[in-house]
């Protein structure tokens, strides 16, 4: 309770009126000034009331508590969206520029009340990755600690996606890659494939696999037409520099670069004879 007793200088209340854009906010006037505004919890809480005599010390106090309400209701607000780490709570309310023993008290509080547990929150957000995502299990435990989730809470909450739910998600990706089209040679298709399963997160054991079981025969109607394609680049360059064998050469050296078999690259180039 605030002590009304005048040890010091005090001011009274005059005036409490309610906010009109936010109803649940009431404006203070000390000695018919305005002095500042609090929810409609702390006006009960402290007692405020016209005619109540306050110290300097209460004013502080009240303010303080004020603040601390306020924050503590914006911090439900944001978690209402989604769960939270506790980093991205603090994140949160070092851009609103709170002060810390404000940050820790509230942190403390939404700590006490299960609003924030980064065990739980680690646990729903590898949830929600393995199935709205296409990403591994390396990339989603790193997003965890980019969100300030300690290792070992990262490693426990990742264990629940199994190899065998790794296999399907990363064999459904690779499987739509292939139908995609694509003027590589069939031995960089292979060799992107399993680059690109690896850079989303899937250990080599699954990358493996996954690839093992995807793999296609090389179709060399497609191989030469690949070949063909990139061909037509390499030859508009370095036609412009070089004729005859010396053109062969480097048309060989770009299309080998490439992945294309020398089989095949042979077989093309050397039909080229006429045009060249």
């Known amino acids: 309770m605030i002590d009304v007793e005048v040890i010091q200088s005090v001011r009274t209340i005059t005036k409490i009126s309610k906010q009109k854009k936010t109803p649940d906010r009431y404006n203070i006037f000390l000695d018919d000034i305005y002095e500042f505004s609090v929810s409609e919890d702390i006006l009960v809480t402290f007692h405020l009331r016209k005619g109540?005599?306050?110290?300097e010390n209460d004013i502080n106090e009240i303010m303080d508590n004020d603040s601390w309400h306020r924050f503590y209701t914006q911090a439900i607000q944001f978690l209402s969206y989604r769960m939270r780490s506790e980093q991205e709570?603090?994140?949160?309310?070092?851009?609103?520029?709170v002060t810390p023993p404000i940050i820790e008290g509230i942190i403390a509080k939404l700590k006490e009340n299960k609003y924030i547990n980064d065990s739980d929150?680690?646990?729903a957000f590898v949830r929600d990755r393995m199935h709205q995502s296409s990403k591994g299990p390396v990339l989603i435990a790193q997003e965890l600690t980019e969100k300030g989730v300690s290792i070992s809470i990262a490693n426990?909450?990742?264990?629940q996606y199994s190899k065998k739910k790794q296999f399907e998600k990363a064999f459904a990706w690779a499987?739509?890659?292939?139908?995609?089209k694509n003027r590589k040679s069939y031995q960089q298709q292979n060799e992107q494939l399993k680059v690109k399963?690896?850079?989303?997160?899937?250990?080599s054991e699954v990358v493996q696999a996954v690839f093992q079981e995807v793999k296609q025969d090389m179709n060399e109607q497609e191989e030469l037409a690949a070949i063909a394609f990139h061909a037509d680049k390499l030859y508009k360059r370095y036609a412009k520099k070089y004729t005859g064998i010396e053109l062969k050469m480097k048309l060989k050296a770009g299309l080998y670069r490439r992945g294309f078999q020398?089989?095949?690259?042979?077989?093309?180039?050397?039909?080229l004879d006429d045009s060249m």
Do not use: P
């Open 52 to 55: 109540l005599t306050l110290s």
């Open 89 to 97: 709570m603090r994140v949160y309310f070092h851009k609103k520029e």
């Open 121 to 123: 929150f680690a646990n």
């Open 156 to 159: 426990e909450a990742i264990k």
């Open 175 to 180: 499987k739509k890659q292939q139908k995609r």
């Open 197 to 203: 399963l690896a850079q989303k997160g899937f250990d």
């Open 262 to 271: 020398s089989d095949l690259i042979n077989e093309y180039v050397e039909k």
